[in-house]
């Protein structure tokens, strides 16, 4: 008697940890005021003690690369821009008779590998004015991703067999592998956001950097007090990255010699 030939179909998954070796930070400078230089100036002084930090923080080597014992090893910084408009009354409605409100802004990007300095910075940063940190992407280099998807991948094959083993060893028979296909595996949400997304989020912060200010100014020591939780809350530590591996397969039994496929459907 011949037996049929037994087909499993499982998925295997896997995957590896490694804590952050790199973190990208996206900062956001934004100053609006009826005084379009207070504004600018504000914005620059931020942008300048920014400048000054992290430049601290990035010596370069003679080929122009970061140097090896950088903390940081990338800093770009947009030009400044303005924008102006009405002010709006309790309806939203522009009161064209009042001075218009100028929005001086700019952006800067940062990767940072040295954790420790990035302890300390995220602090420093929390206390300027002006500054908001909009985006943060915790990353590993290419090199440390490339092991951990190969060690991802390994464990997921091995998942898949060990899946198939335990359903044919139920039913008494034995299964090989005859397709194993990659599968993909959600990367979750990035820092990618529409240009409409970004104007949303950049006025909601300069809503809340002018509701400060006229806190600040009702009541002194909200400022302190402010600046405080800011730093508490702002200090970044790297985080557990997970690099995960999704595979299908496809197992066939064999018969008790093993050296030939069942053929019989």
Not at 9 to 30: M, N, P, W
Not at 187 to 196: D, N, V
């Given at each position: 008697?011949?037996?049929?030939?037994?087909?499993?179909?499982?998925?295997?998954?896997?995957?590896?940890?490694?804590?952050?070796?790199?973190?990208?930070?996206?900062?956001?400078?934004?100053s609006t005021s009826t005084d379009q230089s207070k504004a600018f100036q504000e914005v620059q002084n931020t942008l300048a003690h920014i400048t000054t930090t992290i430049r601290a923080l990035a010596p370069k080597a003679e080929d122009g690369r970061p140097h090896d014992d950088a903390a940081v090893t990338a800093f770009t910084v947009t030009p400044l821009s303005t924008v102006s408009r009405y002010q709006l009354n309790t309806q939203y409605?522009?009161?064209?008779?009042?001075?218009?409100?100028?929005?001086?802004?700019?952006?800067?990007?940062?990767?940072?590998?040295?954790?420790?300095?990035?302890?300390d910075v995220s602090s420093e940063l929390a206390r300027m004015p002006h500054l908001s940190i909009f985006?943060?992407?915790?990353?590993?280099?290419?090199a440390t991703r490339g092991r951990l998807e190969r060690e991802a991948r390994l464990k997921a094959i091995a998942d898949a067999v060990q899946k198939a083993q335990d359903y044919a060893g139920v039913v008494g028979r034995r299964v090989v592998a005859v397709e194993v296909i990659d599968q993909p595996v959600p990367?979750?949400?990035?820092?990618?956001?529409?240009?409409?997304a970004q104007m949303q989020m950049q006025m909601q912060m300069q809503q809340q950097q002018m509701q400060q200010q006229s806190m600040q100014q009702s009541n002194p020591q909200f400022g302190?007090?402010?600046?405080?939780?800011?730093?508490?809350?702002?200090?970044?530590?790297?985080?557990?990255?997970?690099?995960?591996?999704?595979?299908?397969?496809?197992?066939?039994?064999?018969?008790?010699?093993?050296?030939?496929?069942?053929?019989?459907?």
């Open positions: 008697m011949v037996v049929p030939q037994l087909e499993i179909h499982v998925d295997g998954k896997g995957s590896t940890f490694r804590v952050a070796e790199r973190c990208y930070l996206q900062l956001s400078i934004a409605r522009p009161l064209t008779a009042e001075p218009k409100e100028y929005t001086v802004q700019a952006s800067a990007e940062v990767i940072f590998r040295g954790m420790a300095q990035l302890a985006g943060v992407e915790w990353r590993l280099t290419e990367s979750g949400l990035g820092l990618h956001r529409t240009a409409q302190s007090n402010a600046a405080a939780a800011a730093s508490e809350g702002l200090l970044l530590e790297p985080k557990t990255i997970t690099v995960s591996a999704c595979v299908k397969a496809k197992f066939v039994s064999y018969d008790e010699g093993g050296d030939e496929m069942e053929t019989v459907h």
